[in-house]
């Protein structure tokens, strides 16, 4: 009895080509997943007030601070878009802001809760129609003390899944009937 070398070339054909397929589509819905997971809605305190309610959260995003790193996220309480770090904020320099895709940059000196927290509650309805249309935003922050002073710090955060969270956030946390997920 002869045993045949095993060759991969024979698998190339039609079964190996399903599997392969068969893999990036399911990559290619776990990547999709991930994304969608970038932002949620859930009950919980409102950074500025306390007060538990339904939020609007993106995941933390790492940022340098002048001494090593700090979490930054973006938070909606439905009033206003909250910028929470656990560093202090610098704005002495007039250039704490936010921008979305290639629309002009929307500026706020606004700080609470410790100088931690930057607040944009201006034309709040127009902001909503940016974030939720738009594909990145983008943070603009200065941390304190950094001496010597030294720059504004980009912070990116990509917007998709910020509808969905939105619309679960106006359905008190609940995914919208027929959504099939979770908002949290």
């Known amino acids: 009895m002869r045993i045949q070398p095993w060759r991969p070339t024979e698998l190339i054909g039609g079964r190996m080509r399903f599997w392969l397929a068969a893999l990036g589509v399911v990559g290619g819905v776990l990547v999709a997943g991930l994304t969608q997971a970038a932002w949620t ?6 950074p500025l007030t306390r007060q538990t309610q339904c939020l609007v959260s993106s995941d933390p995003q790492s940022a340098p601070d002048g001494y090593g790193t700090t979490p ?4 909606f309480t ?9 560093s ?8 704490l802001q936010l921008a979305i895709d290639k629309n002009p940059p929307i ?8 100088k931690m927290i930057l607040v944009f509650d ?3 309805p127009d902001l909503m129609r940016l974030l939720r249309t738009g594909r990145q ?3 603009y922050l200065r941390f304190w003390p950094t001496w010597p002073a030294t720059e504004s710090f980009a912070i990116p955060f990509g917007l998709a ?4 969270a939105l619309d679960a956030m106006n359905h008190h946390c609940q995914p919208p009937s027929g959504s099939g997920r979770p908002a949290s």
């Open 41 to 46: 809605a859930a009950s919980k305190p409102d």
């Open 72 to 75: 930054v996220s973006l938070v």
């Open 78 to 86: 439905g009033a206003s878009l909250l910028v929470v770090t656990e």
């Open 88 to 95: 202090e904020l610098d704005s002495s320099f007039a250039d």
């Open 107 to 114: 500026r706020s000196a606004q700080l609470g809760h410790n």
């Open 122 to 124: 201006r034309d709040v």
């Open 137 to 139: 935003a983008v943070v």
């Open 161 to 164: 899944g910020f509808g969905k």
